[in-house]
């Protein structure tokens, strides 16, 4: 007999975000006495593997989503057909993967796929209510948001309760009809805080996340100003392929820095550069950090987050299109910086609580 429940986490591969969020949960779950078993796709799927080398990591279907397009809704709509087959087929494969890894629950971190009334589900985000930018289709969005939703046993916010969270509208108030938990801020790098090294003089560190081509995108525009910049400066390229630092002007630029390393950069940085995506703020919060955030182009959750967090003075924002990388940095300067919310213990109560609810381990 086995008396580890399995549960698998599944991160949807947009960008690192979501796999990176799920490091604590996968962390918190092994230190209750479950094993947790991972598993996504593409670039998230690699940065999984490369940060927790010794947990069992299971493939899904890649959504290879791409932005080529200003307009998220219509770049969305026009990969709909696809996004559709992948979460059909991430379903299927889910059903075998829990008869032949005896998996007891799932958690699910945006794959839409990942149900199964074979076990008990929860899916994880901080979009109960997404935003879209034209206003006669948001009933629509949020019906489809939560016609998914539904399928779960529970949902859980990686935020606080009340209009104080980070998600701001996002995700408050609690959707009626399904169970919702808010789990506190989760950050790949809580192990790290007591961290330290010696400080290396660096002005500027830039994390590159998300789907392409706007990932390179944004890497070819800032590297075509930062010779406008003093001092020395980090990119990041966040592409989990092993390659050589090279070096460009006063640009140190590397494709991956695993977790202590990238965190003693982040720790060591005057400014951080990057998207505002909802994983990264949690990150850079903790690391109380100034911050120029450069959304995608019409992603709409990234334009909000970031401008909620600009009419506070708490960041610099700068549009991709119209970047001016030396005033974006002087703001940021400016600005009262990011700072974690104290999650407390939020996390492993709900963790404690859910795998209470889970029916004895089966036999191998």
Known sequence: MRDRPRVLIACLDWGLGHAARSLPVADALQELGATPILASAGNAGAFLRAERPELKYLPLPAYNIHYRSRSMVSSMALQAPKLAYTAWREHQLLQRYIKTHQIDAVISDNRFGCFSRKVPGVFLTHQLHPIVPMPPLQPLANGLNRAFLYRFQECWVPDLPGANGLSGALSHPPLAGIPTHYIGWLSRFTGLLATTTLKAPMDTLAVLSGPEPQRTYLEDALLAQYPQLPGHHTLVRGI????????EGKVTIINYLKGKALWEAIQHTAVVIGRPGYSSLMDWGLAQKKVLCIPTPGQTE??????????????????????????GIEDAKASSGLQAAD??????????????????????
């Open 343 to 364: 999650s407390g213990k939020l996390l492993h109560q709900n963790l404690k609580r859910f795998l209470a609810t889970l029916p004895a381990a089966s036999a191998d």
């Open 240 to 247: 989990p392929e092993e390659a050589p630092h090279r070096q």
């Open 302 to 327: 990234q334009e909000y987050l970031a401008q909620r967090l600009h009419r506070a003075g708490r960041i610099a924002v700068q549009q991709q299109s119209t970047l001016q990388l030396v005033r």
